[in-house]
């Protein structure tokens, strides 16, 4: 059997950022079917965020507590 299954967030966001539980987990996720075209935007800025620089967008609005 054959699923094609998207993770997808309620507000069609992904989640990109620190997890708040956990300082030494990153979260990128929930793409929904964009999660390859998004690849490369999502890797520059995990890397950002790996290596402690201010990453080149807001991430406000991709953060996981806005659930």
Do not use: E
Not at 26 to 41: D, E, N, Q, V
């Amino acid at each position: 059997t054959w699923a094609g299954l998207r993770p997808v967030t309620p507000d069609g966001l992904p989640i990109i950022g620190r997890a708040p539980t956990s300082d030494n987990l990153l979260l990128a996720m929930g793409h929904a079917m964009l999660g390859i075209s998004l690849a490369p935007a999502t890797g520059k800025l995990t890397a950002q965020l790996l290596q402690g620089t201010i990453p080149d967008l807001d991430l406000t609005p991709f953060r996981l507590s806005r659930f």
